[in-house]
């Protein structure tokens, strides 16, 4: 009697066990990735070992019971969730919101769903977004505490449906084997998850990134502003928004034009690009980096926005690693990359051009806003190895897809060339 009371309750936790993962699959998403991301084809390119598991997770709270509503979380989820969905990057992302963004969830993902994916010796990157309510309580000793606000949140002291921001650095430190991870934090007084890292450099070597741990955390603003939203001129809120511009590569954002966004670079154009704005809308508001272990800031957790076997690999392993390239049959020109192909008002287009020849001069004839033709002239970046030019997109420029002539001419001799390169204006 024993063996069979026994034996039937195994059974019985086989199946409790079971069904509780089942609740949880209808929040995980499995993009399919048929051809290789640009990411993987990145690490292939320089030579470093593939990373066995990217995964996301997406908290959005608009719809609150007891707070405020808001009316820019939802629709950052989605701008958040299709563009996870769509990069062919993440083998799972991870989608809960409103309702479904409750503490037991959350801490199920965190603290074991994830855990486990990334309990495997090897590699993993992970990436965090959270978009809703932000609150401040002073604790003991009258230190002031940050927490994110779930649907239930009263917004009170004490409140249970809340998550201490400190919780954070203790997820991370929960999965083993993540080397690259990164927290966005999109929410009023997000400050408090972290201490300010003042000192980084965005000039890294790109070996450097893949190889070495990174873990970082980007919140909206200090811990004493609040985070702003408008759906008519952001679609969202204003942080969320300029952030999915930097990720893609929009603007300054990939500062050295090699089609990777590490997490300095994203931030470098996310704070002041935020700041101005909100500026110019009545608000302060200042994103802040900080770092979320020791010795994890060696690397960054970086994103190829642009495929990198356009590129060229030479014994070093690394040059150029850039988007779009047009090979030139000619005596002069090797070939043309453009930094980002689609670029926003005032945004800034960067061409590089490679040539056979060091005696050259090198304009573009580009179209302003009225449809005028504007020279621009290209500058020779020796350490770079490429002449360049960057043309400011006007505030008012049509919405349209433009055509630049790129005019190349030898020095002392007849040779020249002129080169189309297409480039599409959007809002």
Not at 181 to 206: H, I, Q, W
Not at 231 to 242: A, Y
């Amino acid at each position: 009697m024993k063996r069979v009371l026994l034996t039937l309750t195994v059974i019985l936790l086989l199946a409790a066990s079971s069904h509780s993962k089942a609740q949880y699959e209808k929040f995980v998403y499995k993009p399919k990735r048929d051809t290789e991301g640009h990411f993987q084809a990145f690490l292939r390119v320089v030579s470093q070992r593939p990373f066995h598991g990217s995964y996301a997770m997406v908290v959005a709270i608009g719809d609150y019971d007891n707070l405020l509503p808001l009316k820019s979380p939802p629709r950052d989820a989605e701008k958040i969730r299709d563009f996870l969905l769509s990069s062919n990057e993440y083998d799972e992302v991870v989608i809960l919101k409103e309702d479904d963004a409750n503490f037991g969830n959350i801490r199920y993902f965190m603290r074991t769903y994830f855990t486990d994916k990334m309990s495997k010796k090897g590699r993993y990157r992970f990436l965090f977004y959270f978009s809703g309510h932000g609150t401040q309580h002073k604790g003991w000793g009258n230190t002031v505490m940050g927490y994110l606000q779930l649907k239930g949140a009263t917004g009170k002291p004490g409140d249970s449906d809340v998550i201490d921001m400190s919780q954070i650095g203790n997820w991370a430190a929960g999965f083993r084997y993540a080397t690259h991870m990164l927290f966005l934090l999109d929410c009023c007084f997000s400050g408090l998850a972290g201490v300010e890292r003042k000192n980084y450099d965005t000039e890294v070597d790109p070996l450097e990134l893949a190889k070495e741990n990174g873990w970082h955390m980007i919140t909206a603003g200090t811990q004493d502003e609040t985070s702003i939203g408008d759906l008519e001129k952001w679609g969202g809120s204003l942080f969320t928004d300029v952030v999915l511009k930097g990720i893609k590569g929009h603007g300054t954002a990939d500062s050295n034009s090699d089609g990777i966004v590490t997490t300095y670079e994203l931030f470098n154009y996310v704070q002041p690009a935020v700041r101005n704005e909100a500026k110019r809308s009545g608000f302060p508001q200042n994103p802040l980096i900080s770092n979320l272990g020791k010795y994890t800031d060696i690397g960054q957790y970086f994103f190829v926005y642009q495929d990198p076997r356009v590129g060229r690999v030479n014994e070093e392993g690394w040059e150029d690693v850039i988007s779009t390239k047009t090979v030139v049959e000619s005596e002069l020109v090797d070939y043309v990359l453009i930094s980002s192909s689609v670029v926003s008002r005032g945004d800034i287009l960067r061409i590089k051009v490679r040539t056979h020849s060091s005696r050259v001069r090198v304009f573009g004839i580009f179209r302003d806003s009225m449809g005028q033709p504007v020279r621009v002239d290209a500058k020779y970046d020796r350490k770079e190895g490429g002449i360049y030019i960057a043309y400011l997109i006007p505030e008012n420029a049509v919405i349209n897809l433009h055509t630049a002539r790129i005019f190349v001419q030898e020095i002392g001799s007849a040779k020249e060339d002129q080169l189309l390169v297409e480039y599409e204006v959007v809002e």
